[in-house]
């Protein structure tokens, strides 16, 4: 006997019954979801037949209406002009919404040059501009990294001769070597065009040089002849104030000495970019410097 005291040849028709009836069941959904997507269908087409038909109806109102008009005839307004559309109240947030949409890149424009215009007068207001600056053309990695120590001791010996309440000396470096000038790629044009625009401003009077660079100066029309300035200083030859000879070095606390041969000198006021006034105050201004700094030279 089966479960339930049932053979299975008596549970079968029951078995099946039920497979019928969720068959059934299921083929009725169907049928069911079937008919509504048909009368789904049906009404959106009918939807579209009735707008075809209403609108071929105006159409052809508003034909005749044109015809009346034309005549002469009286004719309804509404259906040729078309009726007029009720202005729409915006909000204040939608008129504001609307006005930055539209004005997005005037904005961005006007936002810009604000900015702009702010950098440019805080950095004239802040920036602090050198009273006077030194080239150092001397390719001296160790010379370059106590540069800093130079301005501080040049800045002790500067007057505030542009009047911004502050005196500041600073350092220029333009390394000059046959390499640099000639064997550095890219960074070659860079060199002559740096050594050339400041030889042809008055931007730097005063210049460190050694005989390395002296290959792409003209020294003797460039330099002016200290010797007749200073005839008591012996570290003087001609144009050179040898700094070699100097204890510059160790009051730069510089951990190597100059290149050998290296020297300071001052330029020749020439009327180049600047004019000849221009030039000869610059040159005043670092001969002022230089005034200072040769007492506080000493034997190394």
Same mark, same amino acid.
């Given at each position: ?11 079968? %028709? ?57 005549? &002469?005839?009286? +004719?309804?307004?509404? @259906?040729?002009?078309? $009726? ?5 109240? !915006?909000?204040? =947030? ?6 930055? !949409? ?6 961005? @424009? ?7 215009? &702010? ?10 501009? %050198? ?6 053309? =001397? ?8 540069? %800093? ?25 333009? %390394? ?9 790629? =890219?960074?070659?044009? *860079?060199?002559?065009?740096? @050594?050339?625009? $400041?030889?042809?401003?008055? *931007? ?18 460039? +330099? ?7 005839? &008591? ?21 510089? *951990?190597?000495? +100059?290149?050998? &041969? ?27 410097? @230089? ?10």
């Amino acid at each position: 006997m089966a479960e339930n005291g049932q053979t299975p040849e008596e549970k079968q %028709p029951e078995n099946v019954s039920v497979l019928r009836n969720a068959l059934e069941m299921q083929a009725k959904a169907a049928h069911e979801a079937e008919m509504k997507e048909r009368a789904r269908q049906e009404a959106f087409n009918e939807a579209q037949y009735q707008a075809r038909e209403e609108y071929a109806k105006t159409l052809q109102e508003e034909k005749v209406e044109l015809i009346r008009m034309k005549q &002469g005839e009286e +004719f309804d307004e509404e @259906l040729v002009y078309g $009726q007029p559309e009720e202005e729409k109240q !915006y909000t204040f =947030s939608e008129k504001l919404g609307n006005w930055l !949409y539209h004005s997005k890149w005037w904005l961005g @424009l006007a936002a810009f040059a604000v900015f702009l215009i &702010g950098f440019l007068v805080y950095d004239y207001v802040t920036r602090v501009d %050198p009273d006077i600056r030194i080239l150092l053309l =001397s390719e001296h990695p160790e010379l370059y990294a106590h540069s %800093p120590e130079l301005d501080t001791m040049l800045s002790g010996l500067t007057e505030d001769f542009n009047s911004d309440g502050r005196s500041l000396a600073q350092s220029v470096y333009v %390394p000059i070597s046959k390499d640099t000038m000639e064997n550095a790629g =890219s960074y070659t044009a *860079t060199y002559n065009s740096q @050594l050339m625009i $400041q030889f042809q401003t008055d *931007t730097c009077m005063l210049v460190i040089a050694d005989p390395a660079a002296e290959e792409y100066l003209q020294p003797d029309i460039m +330099f002016v002849d200290l010797k007749a300035l200073y005839p &008591g200083c012996k570290y003087i030859d001609g144009y050179k104030l040898m700094i070699g000879e100097t204890d510059l070095a160790a009051q730069l606390n510089m *951990t190597e000495p +100059f290149k050998e &041969g290296a020297y300071l000198a001052l330029r020749v006021a020439q009327e180049n970019m600047n004019t000849l006034e221009e030039m000869q105050e610059a040159q005043d201004r670092a001969k002022a410097v @230089l005034d200072k700094l040769i007492p506080m030279l000493h034997d190394k």
